[in-house]
Structures are given as structure tokens and as C-alpha cells.
């Protein structure tokens, strides 16, 4: 190398012919003559000599071509290899890439509040979390894609209600949101490659959206995948915790410094922090719904589960229904809006925390009952005579065990256990206080008259139970299907029988004598309604809800507007979680006249916080004027717009019609016939 660059100063800087180089340098004329041929410094290359894979490379080419990600040790094994494996290898590797089919890689661009890339890290430190036990405990990490800022805290499980409360956490400390929060398939999160309706429902409420990673895509999250690490090597050696409230303090003492650091080739998180905050979506003035709750009623020993860990409760409520709801610092449980215990978690597994006070009133409970009920305990029931039966109504109690005689005689029952007989006066006077008991009064209409038949015709005692219970199963079956009809709220009462298919010659006749089956209720599926004004829409949607109701389905109708108005009406008085749950007691909602009025934020937000409520819990049927492409105008967000849209059409029939608004086709009948000199009566 160094005679090369020295022939070339001599010869072209100096002026020297290659005879005087020869002589001063010592070199061959041939040598001289190629380094000043030659544009690029010598490069020593050894010969190939022959491979042992050569003779067999024919036969791997053959099955790369057949199997290009075939192993290379089952190559090995099919060619019959039998000497080194490394040889093999590395001629492998040169092949496959020819027989390979190219998965390129689009590279993703960060915009300012763009997205938010979350993942959970598991640091290899057990953290004491008391009672003696030490545990491996999930991190949150989240990461904004274009400024890099990254922030994480420790939460006590990969519960979807943990996860949910620590996003919120850090979410809130940022001060507002990224149109995208990305993460891979956690089983809380999109583990069944849907978004779960908590998720959901937890990025309505921030006008956001959970987006989920594709399958075998390691760059759509690489970012915070390498954060991971980053804390793994840098936050984590030389560090001990007492627990995991130590550990979230250390860390987030600890992050500005990260966030301040230089990133290879980008700079500092921190400096670009104020941009991408600028791009990002405000956060709204209701905090949206995390941490895990559930509802039980108290059981005797007056103990609630949560997360394995067991909590005492007020025993004074035992036996009444209980809301438990855990955060990732308290566990309160609620008894008709009352709190009834207050405790610190415990992170702990298979733990019993337990309130003194508790116990205390658990054991002068008895004593309060007594003072309560303002009698000894041993002392009898006021009502009851001693020996006797209950007296009032109850002592009517004896007769129920008597049955009808259809041989013995008009008017007596004998008692099947030997008991006395029941005139048939003493039957005219229990019937009235049974069937008021029983809450059956079709029964206390036709009791008597079907037992005339019964004797006439000779019927068993089966048979006249069985003909007593139809009738009276018959009438409340048609009572409920007037009070379902009647909280419904419809318009006005229309059936499909009454809809003239023939001016509808696009509806698919199959789908909708399906649909009137009502079968899409008990699956949840939702049913949407699309055509320009007047084809007959909402009466679709009225004679569907009808259906449903005969069908013993609760139904609600009201439309967009009404809904919203609702909605909003709940959220000011800061009731909306329970609006929400309360209207999933309605197995269909219908949403009428989409479309016709657009919507602000506040109002599309809560629309879809509506929708995502019922994604998979209850159906929805829509009637709307407007095509999916244009709903972005209705909801004022394309974004808002694309997700409810992707909830309601997952598991949907959606009917199009067409045509002419049947107002329109009566007022031109209606002007014809005046025309013709006719009148219409």
C-alpha cells in the first residue's frame, strides 16, 4: 500500500520516470508500471479453492426454490450432509437470499402528536411488596414517537383496568394526548387482535384511537421496544427498592435526565417536547373510566377479591349488592353510593387485608340486630301464634298444599297429605289473595271457568295446570310486548308487514325477512339503514324494533340529536358512566336521522363513547342519510368518524335503498289528480 501511493507521488507530483523509481526504490519495472495503471490501492484476494458444498449446492438451490425458509438443518438432513455444519450454513445464507420473497419495510414517518408507542417492560428485579413476598412487576413504558419523550411507572398487574389507570396516570402528567396510542397484542389490550371495549372505550373518552401493532411487524414499535432496553442498562444496575412506590420515585426522579440525553443522530427529547405537545389533543374535562370494578354482593364473612387479595367490608351490608373499585394506589368498595371500605392496595398475592374496624362490628353486629328490631332474640315473631301457623293472609298458607278433585265431588278439594277439605266458598276467598301473591291475575280471571270445562270434558289434573299456565303465560307474554312497545318510544306503530316492498326493488328480501327474526339481537349485531330522505328508513327501523319487542327484547328509539342531548344532559351532571351502563339494559338501540345535523367535538365524542359502549354488548340500528365516506362531515373528525364507523359495521347488516321519497310520490299524485279535474277522499 505504502509503494503504491509513493509511485504515484513520484511519478505524477515529482516528475520522476519510472527508471529512476525503479533504481531508488528498488522495485521491479512491472511493478512500478501496474501501480501506475492502477486507480485503486492493491488488494490482496486468495484464490477460491473448491468447497465440499459445491457438489451438493445444485440440490440445495432445488429445495431453497421449493421451500425458501426452509431450515438449515433439515436441508442437511435431506442432502444426507454429513460433514461440518458450519460450511453448510454459510453457504446457505449467500443462497437463501435469491430464493427469498422481498418483505420490504415502508419507513415510518413521525409527525408532530402523531402517536404514541406503549409497551410493558418486566425489569429483572423482584420489588418487595410486603407480607414477605418480593415480585417481578410490570413497568409502562410509553414513548411519543417524534419528540422521543419517554415516560413509565410501575403498575401492580397486566390487568386491562391497571394498565388503563397507568396510562392515565402518565397521559395526565403530559397534559394532553397523541392522536394514536400504538401497542402490540397484551392480552388486556388487543389480545384477540380487536381493541378490548375497555381500550376502547378508555380512547373515546380522549377522542383517540388504540391502534394495534400487524403481526410480525418489530419496526412498528421499535422505539419503544429499545427504551426498554435503555432502562434495563441504564436505569436499572446498581439500584435497590424497599417497594414499588420507591421504585416509581427513583424513576421518575431519574427520567428527565434521560429525556435530556442526546440521542444519536436526532438530539434532545426535551428541546423537540414543545412541538409535538403543541400537535396534540387537548384532554377532555372528565376523566375517562379505568382501574379494575366490579360488583358482588357481601357475603357473610363480609370479605371482597380483588386482583387475589382479600378485602373487609362494613359488615352491616352483608347480603346487600357491593361496588368494588380498585385504582393502582386505593381499593374502595360502595354500597349505594356510601363508602363501606377504604383501603390501601396490596400488591401483594393471595393476601388478606383487614380492617379492626370491621371485625369490631362484626362481632356486636348480633346485638344491633336485637336493639334494631326491638326484641330479644329468642322472644317469637309478633305475627306468628305459638304452635300455630302465620296468622293474616299467611294462614291461608295450610290450602296450598290441597288439590282440585275432579272425581270427588263440584266444589270441595280434597288434601293430598290428609289434611282437612276446602269448601268451595273457602276456595272463592283464597283465589283472590293466591293470585295477588303469585302476581298472576289472568289466572284469577279463567280458574273457574276452565275447571267447568275440566270436569265436563274429564280432564286430568295435568291438563287443567297445564291449560291454566299457558293461558296466563300467553297473556303476560302479550302484556310484555305492549309495555316493551310503549317503552320503546316509538314515533308511531308501524310493522314491516305494512312496508310496500315493490318500491324498494334494491332491499334484499332475504337479509330482511332474517332480520325480522330478531336472531341479531341476542349476538349483538347491529343493523344500519342507508338511502337518501323518504324511502321508508325509520319505518324499517320501527317495524325491526317491534319485532324485537315481540321477540321479549327491550327496546329504545330516539334520534341522533335526542341521544346526544341525552348524553350530554348526563355528562354535566357527571353521571355519564351510569347513563352509559344503564343503557346497555336495552338490548337495541335505535339511533334515527343521522346525518341531518352535524354534530361539534364534544357532541361526536360522545356519540362514539355511545357506540363503543354497545360495541359487542347490545345492537344498534341506524338509519342515516348519509354514506359512510361522508360521516368525517357529520362528527366534524375523520378520525372520530373512521373508528365508530370500524365498531358498527364489524358485526352489521347494512340494507341501501334508493329512489324517490314517498312524500314526494304522494304530493305529484296528489297535484295530478287535481289536474284531472279528481279529488282524492
Same mark, same amino acid.
Given at each position: 500500500? !505504502?509503494?503504491?501511493?509513493?509511485?504515484?507521488?513520484?511519478?505524477?507530483?515529482?516528475?520522476?520516470?519510472?527508471?529512476?523509481?525503479?533504481?531508488?526504490?528498488?522495485?521491479?519495472?512491472? &511493478? %512500478?508500471?501496474?501501480?501506475?495503471?492502477?486507480?485503486?490501492?492493491?488488494?490482496?484476494?486468495?484464490?477460491?479453492?473448491?468447497?465440499?458444498?459445491?457438489?451438493?449446492?445444485?440440490?440445495?438451490?432445488?429445495?431453497?426454490?421449493?421451500?425458501?425458509?426452509?431450515?438449515?438443518?433439515?436441508?442437511?438432513?435431506?442432502?444426507?450432509? !454429513?460433514?461440518?455444519?458450519?460450511?453448510?450454513?454459510?453457504?446457505?445464507?449467500?443462497?437463501?437470499?435469491?430464493?427469498?420473497?422481498?418483505?420490504?419495510?415502508?419507513?415510518?414517518?413521525?409527525?408532530?402528536?402523531?402517536?404514541?408507542?406503549?409497551?410493558?417492560?418486566?425489569?429483572?428485579?423482584?420489588?418487595?411488596?410486603?407480607?414477605?413476598?418480593?415480585? $417481578?412487576?410490570?413497568?409502562?413504558?410509553?414513548?411519543?414517537?417524534?419528540?422521543?419523550?419517554?415516560?413509565? $411507572?410501575?403498575?401492580?398487574?397486566?390487568?386491562?383496568?391497571?394498565?388503563?389507570?397507568?396510562?392515565?396516570?402518565?397521559?395526565?402528567?403530559?397534559?394532553?394526548?397523541?392522536?394514536?396510542?400504538?401497542?402490540?397484542?397484551?392480552?388486556?389490550?388487543?389480545?384477540?387482535?380487536?381493541?378490548?371495549?375497555?381500550?376502547?372505550? +378508555?380512547?373515546?373518552?380522549?377522542?383517540?384511537?388504540?391502534?394495534?401493532?400487524?403481526?410480525?411487524?418489530?419496526?412498528?414499535?421499535?422505539?419503544?421496544?429499545?427504551?426498554?432496553?435503555?432502562?434495563?442498562?441504564?436505569?436499572?444496575?446498581?439500584?435497590?427498592?424497599?417497594?414499588?412506590?420507591?421504585? *416509581?420515585?427513583? @424513576?421518575?426522579?431519574?427520567?428527565?435526565?434521560?429525556?435530556?440525553?442526546?440521542?444519536?443522530?436526532?438530539?434532545?427529547?426535551?428541546?423537540? +417536547?414543545?412541538?409535538?405537545?403543541?400537535?396534540?389533543?387537548?384532554?377532555?374535562?372528565?376523566?375517562?373510566?379505568?382501574?379494575?370494578?366490579?360488583? %358482588?354482593?357481601? #357475603?357473610?364473612?363480609?370479605?371482597?377479591?380483588?386482583?387475589?387479595?382479600?378485602?373487609? =367490608?362494613?359488615?352491616?351490608?352483608?347480603?346487600?349488592?357491593?361496588?368494588?373499585?380498585?385504582?393502582?394506589?386505593? =381499593?374502595?368498595?360502595?354500597?349505594?353510593?356510601?363508602? $363501606? #371500605?377504604?383501603?390501601?392496595?396490596?400488591?401483594?398475592?393471595?393476601?388478606?387485608?383487614?380492617?379492626?374496624?370491621?371485625?369490631?362490628?362484626?362481632?356486636?353486629?348480633?346485638?344491633?340486630?336485637?336493639?334494631?328490631?326491638?326484641?330479644?332474640?329468642?322472644?317469637?315473631?309478633?305475627?306468628?301464634?305459638?304452635?300455630?301457623?302465620?296468622?293474616?293472609?299467611?294462614?291461608?298458607?295450610?290450602?296450598?298444599?290441597?288439590?282440585?278433585?275432579?272425581?270427588?265431588?263440584?266444589?270441595?278439594?280434597?288434601?293430598?297429605?290428609?289434611?282437612?277439605?276446602?269448601?268451595?266458598?273457602?276456595?272463592? &276467598?283464597?283465589?283472590?289473595?293466591?293470585?295477588?301473591?303469585?302476581?298472576?291475575? &289472568?289466572?284469577?280471571?279463567?280458574?273457574?271457568?276452565?275447571?267447568?270445562?275440566?270436569?265436563? /270434558?274429564?280432564?286430568?289434573? !295435568?291438563?287443567?295446570?297445564?291449560?291454566?299456565?299457558?293461558?296466563?303465560?300467553?297473556?303476560?307474554?302479550?302484556?310484555?310486548?305492549?309495555?316493551?312497545?310503549?317503552?320503546?318510544? +316509538?314515533?308511531?306503530?308501524?310493522? @314491516? /308487514?305494512? +312496508?310496500?316492498?315493490?318500491?324498494?326493488?334494491?332491499?334484499?328480501?332475504?337479509?330482511?325477512?332474517?332480520?325480522?327474526?330478531?336472531?341479531?339481537?341476542?349476538?349483538?349485531?347491529?343493523? @344500519?339503514?342507508?338511502?337518501?330522505?323518504?324511502?321508508?328508513?325509520?319505518?324499517?327501523?320501527?317495524?325491526?324494533?317491534?319485532?324485537?319487542?315481540?321477540?321479549?327484547?327491550?327496546?329504545?328509539?330516539?334520534?341522533?340529536?335526542?341521544? =346526544?342531548?341525552?348524553?350530554?344532559?348526563?355528562?354535566?351532571?357527571?353521571?355519564?358512566?351510569?347513563?352509559?351502563?344503564?343503557?346497555?339494559?336495552?338490548?337495541?338501540?335505535?339511533?334515527? /336521522?343521522?346525518?341531518?345535523?352535524?354534530?361539534?367535538?364534544?357532541?361526536?365524542?360522545?356519540?362514539?363513547?355511545?357506540?363503543?359502549?354497545?360495541?359487542?354488548?347490545?345492537?344498534?340500528?341506524?338509519?342515516?342519510?348519509?354514506?359512510?365516506?361522508?360521516?368525517?362531515?357529520?362528527?366534524?373528525?375523520?378520525?372520530?368518524?373512521?373508528?365508530?364507523?370500524?365498531?358498527?359495521?364489524?358485526?352489521?347488516?347494512?340494507?341501501?335503498?334508493?329512489?324517490?321519497?314517498?312524500?314526494?310520490?304522494?304530493?305529484?299524485? @296528489?297535484? *295530478?289528480?287535481?289536474?284531472?279535474?279528481? &279529488?282524492?277522499?
Amino acid at each position: 500500500m !505504502e509503494d503504491w501511493a509513493e509511485i504515484r507521488r513520484l511519478h505524477r507530483a515529482e516528475g520522476m520516470p519510472i527508471k529512476e523509481i525503479v533504481r531508488t526504490r528498488g522495485l521491479a519495472r512491472n &511493478t %512500478v508500471r501496474a501501480a501506475l495503471a492502477s486507480d485503486r490501492p492493491p488488494k490482496y484476494e486468495r484464490p477460491r479453492k473448491g468447497s465440499l458444498v459445491d457438489a451438493v449446492e445444485p440440490e440445495v438451490r432445488r429445495l431453497l426454490h421449493s421451500t425458501p425458509d426452509m431450515p438449515a438443518t433439515v436441508i442437511a438432513e435431506r442432502i444426507g450432509w !454429513e460433514h461440518s455444519i458450519t460450511i453448510l450454513k454459510d453457504r446457505i445464507r449467500e443462497l437463501r437470499p435469491l430464493y427469498a420473497d422481498l418483505d420490504p419495510a415502508d419507513r415510518l414517518v413521525h409527525t408532530p402528536g402523531k402517536a404514541t408507542q406503549c409497551d410493558l417492560w418486566f425489569p429483572a428485579t423482584s420489588i418487595p411488596v410486603g407480607f414477605g413476598q418480593a415480585l $417481578v412487576l410490570p413497568v409502562l413504558v410509553m414513548t411519543l414517537t417524534y419528540s422521543k419523550v419517554m415516560s413509565a $411507572v410501575m403498575i401492580p398487574s397486566r390487568q386491562g383496568g391497571d394498565i388503563l389507570a397507568g396510562m392515565w396516570q402518565l397521559i395526565a402528567a403530559l397534559g394532553a394526548v397523541t392522536k394514536r396510542l400504538v401497542w402490540d397484542r397484551e392480552s388486556a389490550i388487543g389480545g384477540t387482535g380487536r381493541v378490548s371495549a375497555p381500550a376502547a372505550a +378508555f380512547a373515546g373518552t380522549l377522542a383517540t384511537k388504540v391502534q394495534l401493532a400487524p403481526a410480525r411487524g418489530p419496526e412498528f414499535k421499535g422505539m419503544v421496544e429499545r427504551n426498554n432496553g435503555y432502562l434495563e442498562t441504564s436505569f436499572l444496575p446498581g439500584r435497590t427498592f424497599s417497594g414499588p412506590a420507591d421504585f *416509581n420515585e427513583q @424513576l421518575t426522579t431519574w427520567l428527565p435526565r434521560a429525556n435530556a440525553r442526546v440521542v444519536r443522530g436526532f438530539g434532545r427529547p426535551v428541546d423537540a +417536547f414543545p412541538t409535538d405537545r403543541a400537535a396534540m389533543i387537548a384532554l377532555p374535562p372528565v376523566a375517562p373510566v379505568t382501574g379494575m370494578r366490579t360488583r %358482588v354482593r357481601l #357475603a357473610r364473612d363480609y370479605y371482597v377479591r380483588m386482583d387475589s387479595v382479600d378485602y373487609s =367490608v362494613d359488615p352491616r351490608v352483608i347480603g346487600r349488592l357491593v361496588d368494588v373499585e380498585a385504582s393502582l394506589g386505593r =381499593v374502595r368498595v360502595t354500597c349505594a353510593g356510601q363508602v $363501606v #371500605a377504604d383501603h390501601e392496595r396490596c400488591w401483594a398475592d393471595r393476601v388478606t387485608v383487614t380492617d379492626p374496624k370491621h371485625v369490631a362490628i362484626a362481632k356486636q353486629l348480633p346485638c344491633c340486630l336485637c336493639r334494631r328490631s326491638g326484641r330479644p332474640r329468642s322472644a317469637p315473631h309478633p305475627r306468628r301464634r305459638a304452635g300455630g301457623p302465620v296468622a293474616g293472609p299467611a294462614g291461608l298458607r295450610p290450602a296450598l298444599r290441597t288439590g282440585l278433585s275432579g272425581r270427588g265431588g263440584r266444589g270441595r278439594v280434597g288434601d293430598r297429605d290428609g289434611g282437612r277439605a276446602v269448601s268451595a266458598t273457602e276456595l272463592t &276467598t283464597m283465589m283472590p289473595y293466591l293470585v295477588r301473591a303469585l302476581k298472576t291475575p &289472568t289466572i284469577g280471571r279463567i280458574w273457574q271457568t276452565l275447571a267447568d270445562q275440566a270436569r265436563q /270434558e274429564g280432564w286430568t289434573h !295435568e291438563e287443567y295446570l297445564a291449560a291454566v299456565l299457558q293461558r296466563q303465560l300467553a297473556d303476560r307474554e302479550a302484556s310484555g310486548t305492549a309495555l316493551r312497545i310503549a317503552g320503546a318510544h +316509538f314515533p308511531a306503530i308501524k310493522t @314491516l /308487514e305494512d +312496508f310496500n316492498l315493490d318500491q324498494q326493488p334494491v332491499l334484499r328480501r332475504d337479509i330482511l325477512a332474517h332480520l325480522a327474526t330478531a336472531t341479531f339481537v341476542p349476538k349483538a349485531e347491529n343493523v @344500519l339503514l342507508l338511502g337518501p330522505p323518504g324511502v321508508g328508513k325509520t319505518h324499517l327501523a320501527i317495524g325491526l324494533g317491534i319485532k324485537a319487542c315481540h321477540a321479549g327484547h327491550p327496546v329504545a328509539f330516539a334520534t341522533a340529536t335526542a341521544w =346526544v342531548a341525552r348524553l350530554a344532559g348526563a355528562h354535566s351532571a357527571g353521571r355519564l358512566e351510569e347513563e352509559l351502563k344503564r343503557l346497555r339494559r336495552y338490548r337495541v338501540l335505535i339511533i334515527d /336521522e343521522i346525518g341531518y345535523l352535524p354534530f361539534d367535538a364534544d357532541a361526536a365524542n360522545l356519540f362514539f363513547q355511545l357506540i363503543a359502549n354497545r360495541y359487542e354488548q347490545g345492537s344498534v340500528l341506524i338509519t342515516s342519510n348519509m354514506p359512510f365516506s361522508r360521516w368525517g362531515e357529520i362528527f366534524s373528525d375523520d378520525i372520530i368518524a373512521a373508528a365508530m364507523i370500524d365498531r358498527l359495521v364489524h358485526h352489521a347488516e347494512v340494507l341501501s335503498l334508493a329512489g324517490d321519497s314517498y312524500r314526494t310520490r304522494a304530493r305529484r299524485a @296528489l297535484l *295530478n289528480n287535481a289536474g284531472n279535474g279528481t &279529488t282524492t277522499t
